[in-house]
């Protein structure tokens, strides 16, 4: 079964700042996909980053980027320079190699202050 | 280009009546998926389909819930008999090609049963 964890109910950061929402995951797949998503309060999912279990480099998406560090079974998601707007809900979801729906995590909720 | 289209965006209805919701994927994308979000389990998959036929439907509640994709175009989602605890927020994603491609979802619709 897979699974992931994020342990982060909420994470508060000021305007400008760097931040890290932590994700872990576990599976037995050796090829996965773990994906980052945003909820803002209007309830939309917006796809943030992807990271493939065999990309070499870390992912990264403007302003996003993704922290792989495989052999800890970790997909942190790093926002650089934050602004009011990334106030949401962030989750952090996997895609094992066998099978095709995502898992997703119970999502970290980060504010931001000016 | 066009989203995902989710209808209707809200849905109240009371108790024992019929509630149907429905999805038009992206164009070109070949699955589609039905989640539901609520506060208490989060977001979780309830009906997989490609190519129009259901792959994995093991997240269906009850016979209550049954799920159509008629052509590569559009999807229903049918509660009969609607209760109070299938109130939550029900989207809809769909995505192009391998099981790690990206999903892209809906805005979803939300659902309220009195």
């Known amino acids: 079964a897979q699974k992931i964890t994020q342990t982060q109910p909420g994470m508060f950061v000021q305007e400008k700042e760097a931040v890290t929402l932590d994700c872990t995951y576990d599976?037995?797949?050796?090829?996965?996909?773990l994906f980052w998503y945003k909820q803002p309060s209007s309830g939309e999912m917006i796809f943030l980053i992807y990271q493939g279990s065999y990309d070499q480099q870390n992912a990264t998406e403007g302003r996003y980027s993704l922290n792989f560090q495989k052999a800890r079974k970790s997909a942190n998601l790093v926002i650089s320079a934050s602004q009011l707007g990334d106030s949401a809900m962030y989750f952090c979801?996997?895609?094992?190699?066998?099978?095709?729906?995502?898992?997703f995590g119970k999502g970290t909720m980060l504010l931001v202050s000016p | 280009d066009a989203g995902v289209i989710q209808s209707p965006r809200h849905e109240v209805t009371e108790m024992g009546q019929e509630v149907t919701l429905r999805c038009k994927p992206i164009?070109?994308?070949?699955?589609l998926f039905w989640y539901r979000q609520t506060m208490m389990r989060g977001l979780e998959l309830l009906i997989y389909?490609?190519?129009?036929?259901?792959?994995?439907d093991s997240g269906m509640p009850e016979d209550r819930f049954s799920a159509k994709m008629p052509n590569a175009s559009f999807s229903t989602l049918k509660i009969q008999p609607s209760e109070p605890r299938d109130s939550a927020v029900y989207f809809c994603?769909?995505?192009?090609?391998?099981?790690?491609?990206?999903?892209?979802f809906g805005p979803g619709t939300r659902l309220l049963v009195l």
């Open positions: 389909f490609n190519n129009n036929v259901p792959i994995d």
């Open positions: 164009s070109g994308h070949n699955s």
């Open positions: 994603a769909s995505r192009q090609g391998a099981h790690q491609e990206t999903q892209y």
């Open positions: 599976t037995s797949d050796p090829s996965y996909g």
């Open positions: 979801a996997m895609t094992p190699g066998s099978y095709s729906t995502l898992t």
